[in-house]
């Protein structure tokens, strides 16, 4: 049973307006960062989910598994891989059991680029973190601290 305040405002509805709102706020400001990072590396937003996800997954992907990945055509997608590979970032091969399939993975410089724009989002909750005055950011780390760490994963139903 949730808990209810003198307004009738539920414990979960306040705490889902204090959520989105802090993840809206957190969200605007690490990707004007991340977005930093993606221009000075001359990439549109759909070349940049293809190497986020090609760095995530973390192994060779084929074309069609990444247009599945990134929400775009196959051609579109071929397109976002030539680009890739003619910056550097990524490579394209033909599959070993198929040659008809094209495999695609990040190269160094593109595992780089991918981890460049992670610390970019990093930065900017360290920075968040750094400027909340210490008992902020003590009541906040107490108050996350029970949910990361509990047994119970409340991420999933």
């Known amino acids: 049973m949730q808990s209810t305040d003198r307004t009738g405002t539920d414990s979960a509805d306040r705490v ?11 969200s605007c400001a690490a990707k004007s960062s991340t977005m930093d990072v993606v ?14 996800e090609l760095g995530a997954r973390g192994a ?3 074309v069609n598994e990444l247009a599945d990945a990134v929400h775009l055509s196959v051609a579109a997608t ?21 040659r008809r ?4 993975s990040l190269t ?24 909340l005055p210490a008992d902020l950011a003590d009541n906040l780390d107490a108050a996350l601290r029970p949910i990361v ?9």
């Open 149 to 157: 760490d509990a047994d119970t994963d409340y991420f999933t139903t």
């Open 108 to 131: 160094e410089a593109g595992h780089r680029f991918a981890a460049a724009a992670a610390d970019a989002r990093a930065d900017t909750l360290r920075d968040f973190a750094r400027r």
């Open 78 to 98: 071929g397109r976002v891989v030539d680009r890739l590979v003619s910056l550097g970032l990524a490579d394209r091969r033909e599959d070993r059991a198929d």
């Open 60 to 62: 060779a992907m084929s």
């Open 16 to 26: 889902f307006a204090s959520l989105s709102t802090l993840f809206e706020r957190l």
């Open 39 to 52: 221009t000075q590396a001359d990439l549109t937003f759909s070349q940049f989910r293809a190497v986020t």
């Open 101 to 104: 399939v094209k495999r695609v």
